[in-house]
């Protein structure tokens, strides 16, 4: 394994994106079918929108520094 990679990080990655696949199909999946397509896609698309935006704060160089 290189020396970059970090199995703490990858672990904690996966598995919450196993927590978030199984509350999704438990939870958001069943209320998101029962809803107009058209409402359904708006309020996926607000939630990607928010997570985009949380990301940008993460890139090098984004937030200046204090």
């Known amino acids: ?4 990679f970090n199995l703490p990080f990858v672990l ?3 598995g919450a994106f ?3 696949a199984v509350v ?4 958001v999946w069943p209320a998101l079918r029962v809803m107009p397509r058209y ?3 708006r ?3 607000a939630f ?12 090098a160089g984004f937030v200046p520094r204090s």
């Open 43 to 45: 309020l996926l698309a």
């Open 39 to 41: 409402e359904a896609l």
């Open 18 to 20: 196993l927590t978030s």
């Open 12 to 14: 904690s990655v996966a």
């Open 48 to 59: 990607n929108a928010f997570r985009f935006f949380g990301m940008n704060f993460m890139v």
């Open 24 to 27: 999704a199909s438990i939870y």
């Open 1 to 4: 394994m290189p020396q970059s």
